[in-house]
């Protein structure tokens, strides 16, 4: 008898269990776009006492090194509130906000028809600009000049060892072993690999594969999730080049090439060279921008820059005012950060600009 | 002392449940079978909501999806979505891996079963066990910081061995990096070798006593006896134990997409980089929208579709052997 | 009529010494190879095992049980104590969802539907069940859940991971149940007791140790699978208690870490795969214990 009641028991206990959780989804719904909010906010920017929650963004792993920085200093300054960044590419990060699972994303490429989402549904806010490395390994070989149109021919697969004669053409001083060239790529949608294509596209006559999210590459390629995974590739991989952001290159100690730029120097990609890029670039209604194979002869041709995706009108007051706090701080007081972590903060015109984008967040 | 009245037949209290009537029992019995409905639920609905979200893209597509190896799906020309390369990869993986782990798991049972000391036993059988409790993410783990970065080698030396021999030469291409169609088969061969073993293992315990002693007292050696009473019997099972490896290496997700290298194409060599079904939907999922999701999901369709035909088939094998001959010992 | 002696022959010559060369090489042989399998089966289990363990122990600490887990992958230190936490919350939810089903439905299978339509065919389909891959029960919730309610959650996790126990505690039971000798339940049911009654104080407390032996089994095999928690759990780099928020778990750890070339991750990543591996380990030992301690006494 009493084991029977003990069944039941347990059987109410599940089922209430469920239930508790269940109803814990339907009160959270309220505020389904990715946050967990209680307290009322305050009107200043970064860093005030009495917000509080949890708030979701996911996306390119192109800033990551920068963006989970920012964050340990945010949460520093606003106790109470958790910042989470989910460096999973700016494909899914594009797809996470499209489907309201996040607040905000990262992307390094531009939103698309196909992605999901109304082009005033959201605004772009620039946050850093980097450079693209073209990053390999090879045994003996510590510098390696490539003109854009080895590199295009490279990954494009018309290369496919290091001692083509197009390659030993721009490195006239460089013993060439003649290892297989393997390309690392990435596996993921990436706003990365959107940037160095577009780059490709550009300033290359021997390209011709396309730019976007994703590539077919070639058959000697090697696919690696975010940018660590390319790294990874390269780093285990002899005779692999590939492209990575800076931060994981030199936190890998990876050799990079320098890329020959619009004037015909061989730049190192540095954050010197991608401000001069950035200074000439023309910069869109929309906040978008392309410093991509910048003129002038210190210009860094692989300059790369990142977006944070907001959306143009939040359900709750609560969420919106988080947004607006942590982006005000990305864009204020986390700029210190950028170049210790191996970023170009942005030029105070265009920072300007995009401060005055989050005046346009409604909530409703 | 009481008295014992003596009843009639017709007296006599009524025992049976009907007459009782008991509610509980129909309650109990109906919460019974709604737990057992659940089963059903589930899976129609997983059914249901995977072919619904499926359909787009199948539309999209059409026979492309299950003739062409290209898979592109955001390509400017618009999507293309052909499932052959992954088909191949999962094919190849799992080949590979029925290949290096059926031997040795009918070794370990044969061990177990007719060579080893009684007292060895136990180990064996709790060493199989550990080995199929370790997580797939911990094998993949492993084969991703372990096996590949050191096996080139090893594959180098087979290409420059192998890879001019007629025919089989072109399964030992070069070898630019460990992650390959080779790698994940040799980490999805340690996986399957416990589910082979321990099936097989039971399908050999069930061979009649009296036929392998008739055969040692006619003189066969060990071997023979193995070869001539205990293998006819259990073949079927092993092949049932096959199938059921089979499908558990067909459905592994994680260990595969760590180690495969993620790049679709169909070769022959089986140290190149390849993909599979279960590892390109884990892979591109989180990104995907649209028909590029809608194709995902066929494709864990068309893989739920071919783990449920190996594994049931597999099953009825292994219970048609199991039943004829714990019938007959 | 004259009884006659039979024939006498020689004894028959069975020892080794007698085989033909060729029979005793092959015997020899064949022993060599299998006993070989045996061998080069322990092989992986040792070397993966060993490095686990080797390289977890390197980085494991209380510290490491109880740390946060670092923002940045680069970084050394830290530890895996919210994915302990998401581990422990996701199963035991997944194992309190699963359990009693699997329970009740495999009552009904061997107790009261017997081999009636409906019990054949549920039996059937749970064995389809087992058979479907953990990415299409991951992708399965995150369609019809995580996208509905706009959110990843511990609890929809935990339903991934209750999809794929359910079936594997259905068919375990059953076969607990199907080991009690029929003797038992006539001899209740002749006694007078209902149904009901006589599987709740009679089947099942003799099954009680293979079934809780088995629903063991099927706890630490949820504990160890990642696909169906990819896209339905979150992150979290905190620990976090709730049903309804993101959460992280040691599997999914695991494989955000594994393809990280940092060696601060990997060491972490190692570090979660020996906490795991000792978690269901420790289970699985439990089961065996539990089985073999509390058997029924044939």
Redesign the interface.
């Given at each position: 008898m009493r084991k029977t009641k003990t069944a039941w028991l347990s059987l109410f206990l599940v089922l209430g269990l469920i239930a508790a959780a269940c109803g814990d989804d339907d009160s959270a719904e309220a505020n389904d776009d990715g946050t967990d909010t209680t307290a009322a906010a305050d009107d200043d920017g970064g860093g005030s006492d009495s917000l509080s929650g949890t708030l979701e963004g996911s996306g390119a792993s192109f800033p990551d090194a920068f963006y989970q920085a920012a964050i340990v200093a945010y949460e520093e300054a606003t106790p109470g509130v958790t910042v989470i960044y989910n460096a999973?590419?700016?494909?899914?990060?594009?797809?996470?906000f499209?489907d309201g699972l996040t607040a905000w994303a990262g992307t390094d490429s531009l939103v698309k028809e196909?992605?999901?989402l109304d082009p005033d549904e959201f605004l772009y806010i620039p946050t850093v600009a980097a450079p693209i490395t073209v990053s390999y390994n090879l045994s003996g070989v510590d510098e390696l000049q490539l003109s854009p149109d080895t590199l295009g021919a490279i990954f494009n697969g018309d290369i496919t060892s290091w001692d083509d004669e197009a390659i030993a053409a721009d490195n006239p001083d460089v013993e060439l072993p003649s290892t297989?060239i393997?390309l690392a790529v990435r596996?993921?949608?990436s706003g990365t690999t959107s940037n160095f294509t577009k780059y490709l596209e550009k300033a290359t006559g021997t390209w011709t594969l396309?730019s976007?999210?994703?590539i077919?590459?070639p058959?000697?390629?090697?696919?690696?999730?975010r940018n660590t995974g390319v790294a990874q590739?390269i780093q285990?991989?002899d005779?692999?080049i590939g492209y990575v952001d800076l931060a994981d290159a030199e936190a890998l100690g990876l050799t990079y090439a320098a890329i020959g730029n619009q004037e015909g120097e061989f730049v190192v990609p540095t954050l010197e060279g991608t401000t001069a890029a950035l200074d000439g670039a023309e910069i869109a209604d929309d906040l978008t921008y392309d410093p991509l194979d910048a003129a002038g002869a210190e210009a860094y041709p692989i300059a790369a820059p990142t977006y944070v995706l907001v959306r143009t009108s939040y359900e709750d007051q609560a969420t919106a005012d988080l947004v607006i706090d942590w982006i005000t701080f990305l864009l204020t007081d986390a700029q210190d950060l950028a170049e210790d972590e191996l970023y170009a903060p942005l030029p105070d015109s265009l920072r300007d600009r995009a401060l005055a984008q989050l005046d346009q967040i409604t909530v409703g | 002392m009481t008295t014992l009245t003596p009843i009639t037949i017709a007296e006599r209290p009524d025992?049976t449940?009907r007459a009782?009537g008991?509610r509980?029992?129909a309650a109990?019995?109906g919460?019974?079978?709604?737990?057992?409905?659940?089963?059903?639920a589930?899976?129609a609905?997983?059914a249901y909501?995977?072919v619904d979200?499926a359909l787009p893209a199948l539309r999209a597509a059409g026979l492309e999806f299950v003739t062409s190896d290209?898979w592109?799906?955001?390509?400017?020309d618009g999507p293309h979505l052909g499932s052959l390369a992954f088909v191949y990869g999962t094919a190849v993986v799992s080949s590979i891996a029925l290949v290096l782990a059926v031997?040795?798991?009918?070794?370990?049972a044969?061990?177990?079963t007719?060579?080893?000391p009684r007292r060895l036993r136990r180990w064996?059988t709790t060493?199989?066990?550990?080995?199929a409790?370790?997580?797939?993410?911990?094998?993949?783990?492993?084969g991703?910081?372990?096996l590949?970065?050191n096996i080139t080698g090893v594959y180098g030396w087979m290409h420059r061995t192998f890879g001019d021999l007629p025919v089989v030469g072109a399964l030992f291409g070069?070898a630019?990096?460990?992650?390959s169609f080779m790698t994940a088969g040799i980490v999805l061969a340690?996986m399957i070798?416990p589910i082979i073993?321990s099936i097989t293992r039971e399908v050999l315990v069930t061979v009649p006593r009296g036929e392998k002693e008739a055969a040692l007292a006619l003189?066969a050696?060990?071997?023979?006896m193995?070869r001539g009473a205990v293998l006819p019997h259990s073949f079927g099972g092993m092949v049932g134990a096959t199938m059921l490896g089979l499908?558990r290496a067909?459905?592994?997700?994680?260990a595969v997409a760590?180690v495969i290298?993620?790049?679709p194409?169909i070769?022959a060599n089986l140290f190149a980089?390849g993909d599979a079904m279960?590892a390109v939907?884990?892979?591109?999922?989180?990104?995907?929208?649209?028909?590029f999701r809608s194709a995902?999901?066929a494709l864990?369709?068309f893989?739920?579709v071919l783990?449920?035909v190996?594994?049931?088939l597999g099953?009825v094998i292994v219970n048609r052997v199991q039943v004829r001959f714990r019938g007959a010992a | 009529m004259a009884l006659v002696d039979p024939p006498v022959r020689e004894p028959?010559d069975?020892t080794r010494a007698r085989?033909s060369t060729r029979?005793?090489l092959?015997?020899r042989?064949?022993?060599a190879?299998?006993?070989?399998?045996?061998v080069?089966?322990?092989v992986?289990?040792v070397?993966?095992?060993g490095?686990?363990v080797t390289r977890g122990s390197g980085i494991m600490s209380w510290e490491f049980l109880t740390s946060d887990i670092p923002r940045q992958y680069r970084v050394d230190g830290g530890g895996m104590y919210p994915a302990i936490v998401g581990t422990l919350l996701t199963t035991g939810l997944a194992a309190l969802m699963a359990i009693?089903?699997?329970v009740?439905?495999a009552?009904?299978?061997n107790?009261?539907?017997r081999q009636n339509r409906?019990?054949r065919?549920?039996r059937f389909?749970?064995?389809?069940?087992?058979?479907?891959?953990?990415?299409?029960?991951g992708?399965?919730v995150y369609?019809?859940w995580v996208l509905r309610f706009e959110r990843q959650s511990a609890f929809a996790g935990a339903l991934a991971l209750a999809?794929l126990m359910?079936?594997i505690v259905?068919r375990s039971t059953e076969e607990m149940l199907r080991l009690v000798p029929d003797e038992l339940r006539q001899g209740s049911l002749a006694l007078?007791s209902?149904?009901?009654r006589t599987?709740t104080s009679v089947v099942l407390p003799t099954a009680l140790s293979g079934i809780i032996s088995g629903a063991m089994l099927a706890i630490?095999r949820a504990?160890?699978?990642?696909?169906p928690l990819?896209?339905t759990v979150g992150l979290v780099y905190s620990p976090s208690w709730s049903l309804s928020d993101s959460s992280t778990a040691l599997?999914a750890q695991?494989?955000r870490n594994?393809?990280q070339p940092f060696a601060g991750a990997?060491d972490r990543?190692?570090g979660a795969?020996l906490t795991?591996?000792v978690l269901?380990?420790a289970f699985?030992a439990l089961s065996?214990f539990v089985a073999s301690r509390l058997a029924i006494k044939s």
């Open positions: 999973v590419g700016s494909g899914q990060g594009k797809s996470d499209a196909d992605e999901g297989a393997t596996a993921d949608g396309g976007g999210d994703t077919e590459w058959s000697n390629a090697q696919a690696g999730q590739i285990d991989t005779g692999a | 025992l449940i009782r008991s509980l029992d109990f019995r919460l019974a079978l709604a737990a057992g409905l659940v089963v059903l589930v899976l609905l997983i909501s995977t979200a290209r592109a799906p955001n390509a400017p031997p040795v798991s009918v070794g370990i044969l061990f177990a007719e060579i080893a064996i060493a199989v066990d550990l080995l409790a370790i997580p797939s993410v911990v094998y993949g783990l492993w991703i910081a372990v590949a970065p070069p630019s990096s460990g992650r340690i070798v073993t003189g050696t060990r071997w023979e193995i499908g067909m459905g592994e997700t994680i760590l290298g993620s790049r194409q070769v980089t279960p939907i884990v892979n591109q999922f989180g990104e995907s929208s649209g028909t995902l999901i864990g369709v893989l739920l783990t449920i190996v594994n049931v099953r | 028959l069975l085989l029979r005793r092959a015997d042989a064949a022993t190879v299998i006993s070989l399998a045996f080069v089966a322990l992986p289990l070397a993966v095992v490095y686990v009693p089903l699997g009740l439905g009552i009904y299978l107790e009261l539907g409906t019990a065919a549920i389909l749970a064995d389809v069940m087992t058979g479907v891959p953990s990415i299409v029960m992708l399965f369609t019809i999809c359910l079936p259905i007078g209902h149904r009901w599987i630490a504990a160890g699978e990642t696909a990819v896209f599997s695991i494989f594994a393809s990997q990543a190692f795969a795991l591996i269901v380990f699985t065996r």
